[in-house]
């Protein structure tokens, strides 16, 4: 990236960033987010790293490859069911990129 | 908590004392995001690998602090993402904030802007979580904002940090060995341990899933408005979900 966009690419996310922090807590009373919106805002985390991770698992070369030679779909699946049984975020990064570099090496190896 | 705790200096060192295990907690993160974001990661045969100056990522954890979405944001540039999508992408990602501000709203109210703008800056996840609890404390201390101030300080420090020390790892690893070590799949493994403990609720899981599905239909959108799509997908749907269960009460 060049040094412009990437100026513009900074500037912009701590704009917006800032926006959503912001608003709300200095205009109290004046700007009040309905109800419907605070609802709504409550999906936004789950549905967002859901579809950042399906895409880089099904499709991690951009190919839909739902097989065992896919490093990232072997590896992704593991770390969802340790974060699922243990809950601790830092044991499941561990793991998962255990899994990830070993399944590599296996496949490399065969 | 007894009245003679009430100074300004033992609330700002109470707040950073109690957001240290998160700060503890947030240290892979900044490092990972330092390392991928300036590695670029590897990419298809062919392509070039996008990646972002050491300055570009230590500023967007100066100016930017989001985690998550500077994580996002590495991610997009990596997939030579247009800048408006990627400064979209964040809005969406980040507005989750708005709930901590409206959270926060009450017990601030008042305050001139000299405290409301740096405190509404530095409000991240870990510091929300930890500076609620001290608001909702029924003691009428009336110095809770420096608690705040005392843990959004040490997290911001903290965040500083580990990205630098992230970018100083990243710049030393050969883009070669970046797949080698996992690198690559850093991001992805990260996002993965935050969902899943966050799906609490069958709302929750079907907006998960919605936005999974969708994003695969959308993968081969133009400049990357795929992940945006769905996740407004997965929001409607949660939304949706939610409501139906609130029309059959026993559902």
């Keep these: 990236m ?40 409550k999906f936004v985390p789950p549905a967002v790293l859901s579809a950042l991770i399906v895409p880089s698992v099904l499709l991690p070369e ?33 793991l998962g990129m255990a899994a990830f570099v070993l399944w590599r090496a296996l496949l490399g190896a065969l | 908590m007894h009245p003679s705790n009430w100074t300004r200096r033992a609330e700002f060192v109470r707040g950073m004392r109690a957001i240290v295990p998160l700060v503890i907690g947030a240290a892979p993160f900044g490092i990972i ?10 990419v298809a045969e062919g392509e070039t690998a996008h990646q972002l100056s ?6 967007m954890s100066l100016f930017v602090y989001a985690g998550a979405s500077q994580f996002i944001a590495a991610e997009l540039v990596r997939n030579a993402a247009a800048v408006l999508v990627v400064i979209f992408t964040t809005l969406i990602v980040n507005l989750r904030h ?26 991240t996840d870990e510091v929300f979580v930890v500076s609620i609890a001290r608001y909702q404390q029924a003691d009428s201390s009336p110095y ?11 997290m911001y420090s903290g965040w500083q940090f580990f990205t ?37 609720s069958r709302a929750l899981l079907i907006s998960a899933a919605a936005a999974g599905a969708a994003s695969v239909l959308f993968y081969g959108l133009p400049n990357r408005l795929g992940l945006l799509a769905a ?9 949706l979900a939610e409501r139906a269960k609130a029309r059959v009460p026993h559902g």
């Design chain 2, 144 to 154: 809770k904002h420096w608690y705040q101030a005392g843990a959004a300080v040490l």
């Design chain 1, 2 to 41: 060049d040094s412009l966009s990437e100026f513009l690419l900074v500037a912009g996310m701590a704009l917006v960033t800032f926006a959503t922090r912001y608003p709300v807590l200095a205009f109290f009373g004046k700007l009040n987010p309905p109800p419907y919106v605070l609802q709504a805002l």
């Design chain 2, 164 to 200: 630098l020390i992230g970018i100083l790892a990243g710049r030393s690893i050969p883009p070669e060995q970046v797949a080698r070590l996992g690198l690559s799949f850093a991001a992805t493994v990260t996002f993965i341990g935050m969902l899943i403990p966050m799906l609490q």
């Design chain 2, 231 to 239: 996740a407004l997908v997965g929001i409607a749907a949660g939304v």
């Design chain 1, 62 to 94: 951009g190919e839909l490859a739902v097989q065992p030679n896919n490093a990232f779909l072997v590896a992704g699946v593991l770390a969802a069911l340790i974060a699922w049984r243990s809950k601790n975020l830092l044991l499941t990064i561990l």
């Design chain 2, 54 to 59: 050491p300055l570009a990522v230590q500023s």
């Design chain 2, 98 to 123: 708005t709930l901590y501000s409206a959270s926060l709203a009450p017990y601030l109210h008042g305050f001139p802007q000299r405290w409301l703008a740096p405190l509404a800056f530095g409000l």
């Design chain 2, 33 to 42: 995001f330092g390392a991928v974001a300036v590695s670029g990661g590897v």
